[in-house]
Structure formats: structure tokens, C-alpha cells
């Protein structure tokens, strides 16, 4: 297996009249792509499972994509799969016409099916590669089905806000302007909110759609985009989940690779760009260039403490001492499967109640503006 991981970084060049006609295929292939609807997430997913599937079974590879390329679930990209096997078919390998596919199988995929094709092991690969896109996807849902009460809950509190400042304040303002009643601090203060909020409500909606547009474009900066990423993890609250989710990101990718064969150094290289957090990827970064160095894992992990919570540290420690630092990264994975779910809860608990009391206490707030001119109108009529 060593030998045929190694192979990977010294390939055989190929002559002149063959590079010119792959590089004439590849530029083919990649203009193809470009210019067709290329698979989604979901769609590579499903594409790796059933793939994996039909050639354990025994059906050749291009047998296989051509079957897949006639379902149901994938027709839309049936003129894709169709290119792709007919690459396979004209002497191309899997790996690398995946990799020619204008990004929809990123790095790290590749890496691992690059693999699977030269210990001979390509269905097993594929299996376990879409074993952990669907265990990845599977954390993302809980924790977007979680969050999505929340959101729902201060999307309808800010409506209601907004409604009673911009059109109930307003009739009220005018029935208590016209019997000459005099306005407590509390009613002149929501008066001006809503006057403010039905002035400049475009700029309000602006701020709203324009800020997540601004931050996406600054986390395109190298080091802006660091410097966010490492203030999120030191959130509060939500910090730590996101630790974790990217930890677990970094911890399934290097454990599949060690298994398939990858040296520690180069499965931190490969598994680095799996990482989304740009902190945690210049932490992966600084690991690797100190185990290529020749210092131990184990203690570059515990130096890093702000990324690495003690227990993972402890693992790897186990892990590299006893040489089953493979078997370390499935019980790691398990660990932060298992935090994340339990943090998510945590943060859940803490953002219903808090948005609950605030929309309560911002409605309260409103009525009680509103009613208090009422209460005087009715004893000075008494």
C-alpha cells in the first residue's frame, strides 16, 4: 500500500504527441463541464453510493456510470455522466477525469479515490467516501433543522414589531393628538421609532441583504477572512459548535486517509483543504510543517489548545503512543459527533427562551406605550 501511495507524487511523463492530446481532451472536458449543469452536493453523493454499490457487484466501472447516467435521480446530468464514461472508456482514469469535472468532486475526494483505483480497492473507496459526505450532510440537516425555529421565531417577532410601530403607533398617535391628551415618555420614544422605521425602512432592509454579501466578500481577503474565522470561534455560545463541526471536518477526512495508506504529514496536507474555517486550516497548516519537521503530533496538538479541546488532545496522545492513531481518529469522531449534537441542544436552549422573552418584552413595550395616553384619556373623562 505504501508503495502504491508514494506513486502519487512521482508520476510517469508522458511524451510529447500524448500530453498535447490529453491536454486537448482536458481543455474539451473542462469547457464541456462549464457549460452544463454540474452535479450538486447531493448529486455527487448519491452518484458515489450508487456507483459504489453496482461495482462491488461486480459491474465494470463504465458499465456502471452509464447505468447511472439512465436514473431517474440524476437524468439532468445524464450528458455529464455520459462524457465521463466515455473518457473512462478511451483509456482516461477515473481520478483524474473527476478531477477535470470544474470542481464538483473536490481535492480531497479525488485523493481518496486516487487511491482505491491503485490498491484495487475502488468500491470499498467509494463507499466509504460517500459514507462520510452522508454522515457530513446528516450534521448539517440536525443543526439547520434545529436553528430553523429560532430563525422562524425572530423573523415573526420582528414582524410583528415592525407592524405595530409603522401602522398601529401611528392611528393612535393621531386619535390621541386630536383629543389633546398629553403623551408619557415611553409613547413619544415608540412614536419616533416607528417614524424613523417608516423613513428609512429601505435602508433598514438594505443593511439586511447588503451585510451577508460584505462579510462574504471580506472573507475572500486571506487575512480578513482569518481573522473572522478566528472570531467565530471565540464566540460565545456558538463558538465552540463551530470548533467542533470544523475539528470533526478536519478529523473524518485524515482518518480515511490514514486508512487508505496516506502518511500522517501527507493525509494533514490533503485533509487541510477539507477544512472551511480558515483559523482551524492555518492550524492544520502550522501541524503539518511540524511533523514534517520531526516533531511529535501529539505535542503540536496540545499547543494548540484553543483549537483542539483536551480530550481530542488526550486521544491523539493514546493514539500516537500506542501507534493506533488511525483507530484514535475513529473514536475522536464519535466524541465531537456527539458534542456537537449535545452543544447544539445548549445553544438551542439558550436562543428560544432569550428571542421568546425579547419579543414579549418588545411587544409589552408597545402596548404599554400605546394604552397608557388610554388610561389617562378615561380618568380625566371620569
Avoid at 108 to 120: D, L, M, P, Y
Avoid at 193 to 208: M, P, R
Avoid at 348 to 371: D, F, N, R
Wanted: net charge positive; with cysteine; aromatic share 6%.
Amino acid at each position: 500500500m505504501r508503495s502504491l501511495v508514494n506513486k502519487k507524487f512521482s508520476p510517469v511523463l508522458p511524451s510529447a504527441d500524448s500530453a498535447t492530446a490529453a491536454s486537448k481532451r482536458g481543455v474539451a472536458w473542462t469547457w464541456g463541464t462549464r457549460h452544463k449543469s454540474r452535479l450538486s452536493h447531493t448529486e455527487v453523493t448519491v452518484f458515489l453510493r450508487n456507483l459504489a454499490t453496482l461495482t462491488s457487484n461486480g459491474v465494470s466501472l463504465p458499465k456502471a456510470i452509464g447505468a447511472l447516467a439512465e436514473e431517474k435521480t440524476l437524468e439532468k446530468r445524464r450528458d455529464t455522466l455520459k462524457s465521463l464514461r466515455s473518457r473512462i472508456e478511451s483509456g482516461d482514469s477515473f481520478s483524474h477525469v473527476l478531477s477535470r469535472m470544474d470542481g464538483a468532486f473536490d481535492r480531497v475526494t479525488v485523493s481518496q479515490i486516487r487511491v482505491g483505483e491503485r490498491a484495487g480497492t475502488l468500491p470499498d473507496t467509494l463507499l466509504q467516501v460517500a459514507e462520510q459526505r452522508e454522515k457530513a450532510g446528516r450534521i448539517k440537516e440536525d443543526v439547520v433543522k434545529k436553528l430553523a425555529y429560532p430563525v422562524v421565531l425572530a423573523a415573526v417577532g420582528a414582524a410583528v414589531v415592525a407592524f405595530l410601530l409603522c401602522y398601529v403607533v401611528p392611528v393612535f398617535e393621531k386619535t390621541y393628538e386630536s383629543a389633546h391628551v398629553p403623551l408619557p415618555g415611553i409613547t413619544r420614544l415608540m412614536i419616533a421609532v416607528g417614524d424613523v422605521a417608516q423613513s428609512y425602512w429601505w435602508a433598514f432592509a438594505l443593511t439586511g441583504a447588503a451585510t451577508p454579501l460584505l462579510l462574504h466578500q471580506l472573507r475572500q481577503k486571506e487575512a480578513l477572512g482569518q481573522r473572522i474565522d478566528a472570531a467565530l470561534l471565540k464566540a460565545p455560545i456558538v463558538g465552540p459548535m463551530l470548533r467542533d463541526i470544523a475539528l470533526l471536518q478536519l478529523m473524518e477526512v485524515l482518518g480515511c486517509l490514514m486508512e487508505a495508506g496516506f502518511t500522517l504529514a501527507e493525509s494533514l496536507e490533503e485533509a487541510g483543504d477539507s477544512v472551511r474555517n480558515r483559523a482551524m486550516k492555518e492550524g492544520v497548516a502550522a501541524l503539518r510543517r511540524a511533523v514534517q519537521q520531526g516533531e511529535r503530533f501529539s505535542r503540536e496538538v496540545e499547543r494548540h489548545a484553543d483549537l483542539f479541546p483536551p480530550m481530542v488532545s488526550q486521544l491523539v496522545i493514546v493514539g500516537e503512543q500506542t501507534g493506533r492513531l488511525t483507530k484514535s481518529t475513529r473514536q475522536i469522531r464519535l466524541l465531537l459527533e456527539e458534542e456537537i449534537q449535545r452543544k447544539t441542544d445548549l445553544a438551542i436552549g439558550v436562543i428560544e427562551p432569550t428571542l421568546t422573552i425579547s419579543m414579549a418584552a418588545a411587544v409589552g413595550g408597545i402596548l404599554l406605550a400605546i394604552y397608557l395616553p388610554m388610561f389617562d384619556m378615561i380618568n380625566t373623562v371620569g
